[in-house]
């Protein structure tokens, strides 16, 4: 059988050898004619009530690409060394569904986004979700309407007029290896993160299950963060959201480590 050409090279998706088309997790597109091969698995959104173009279930970017992008819920911006720590926190096999997505903006400019392969390299292994506790945490942050911007800072950062500072944490410091701001006004939420070539420190052991301090990795400070964004706000639930993501980084690592138990 022959297929028609129908790939694109601005979209930034793995293009499927057999049939030519553009694979964006969800569904797949036909760059020759400009559409989606089946429609919009979000079927009805309160933004068709003000934009009718909405309502065209197989049009790309509401047909106007130059303006918008499509990133099928990847909206989370980070650079290479961060999506190598996302990979580091998931394991070998679900780091290969990961990729940085470059997504060209209007003014000539290109932002990174973390691009997920739902069932893998090959299209036919398991939704990245359900590999593993940390993929899964991974993919509610990416799943998000909400952008998620992680930043790289160096020790010594300062945010609300020095009431935040970033670095190496211990049990006199009053440092933190990573902060969450949640976005306001249609601002995404941003995590910043110190540097992660430089050790976060250790966790002190009135926090962790055996008592004792615990080196932290730069991976778990990340997860941690996430948890937080994922939360959605400050408060129980967003420190409890947090210790879990971060527990599960851990445990991916070794079921029999000592976790994080309290914020």
């Known amino acids: 059988m022959q297929y028609r050409n129908c790939g694109s090279r601005s979209s930034g998706k793995e293009r499927d050898s057999e049939t030519g088309l553009n694979y964006f997790g969800a569904r797949y597109y036909c760059g020759n004619v400009g559409r989606f091969t089946s429609t919009d698995p979000v079927f009805f959104q309160a933004q ?17 690409p130059l303006k918008f992008v499509d990133p099928t819920g990847e909206a989370v911006e980070l650079n290479e060394q961060q999506l190598k720590l996302l990979k580091n926190a998931v394991g070998k096999k679900a780091a290969d569904y990961l990729y940085l997505n470059p997504v060209k903006q209007k003014d000539g400019s290109t932002r990174y986004f973390l691009g997920i392969l739902k069932n893998g390299p090959s299209g ?13 945490d991974i993919a509610a942050a990416a799943n ?43 601002n995404p939420s941003t995590i910043y993160a110190m540097d992660p070539d430089i050790s976060p420190g250790d966790i002190p052991g009135d926090l962790m299950s055996d008592g004792e301090p615990s080196p932290a990795k730069s991976e778990e400070v990340m997860g941690h963060e996430i948890g937080h964004f994922v939360a959605g706000r400050s408060g129980t639930e967003s420190n409890r959201k947090a210790i879990e993501f971060e527990k599960h980084i851990r445990q991916l690592r070794d079921p029999a480590a000592p976790t994080r138990e309290r914020h």
């Open 144 to 186: 998000k309407s909400e952008i998620l911007k992680l930043v790289t800072v160096e020790p010594g950062f300062t945010l609300n007029n020095g009431a935040v500072r970033i670095g190496q944490m211990d049990a006199k410091s009053g440092l933190s290896p990573a902060v969450t701001v949640h976005g306001k006004e249609g």
């Open 124 to 136: 036919k292994g398991a939704s990245f979700e359900k590999l593993n506790s940390v993929a899964a």
């Open 48 to 64: 068709m009530l003000s934009n009718p173009q909405r309502f065209n279930l197989y049009a790309y970017a509401l047909n106007n």
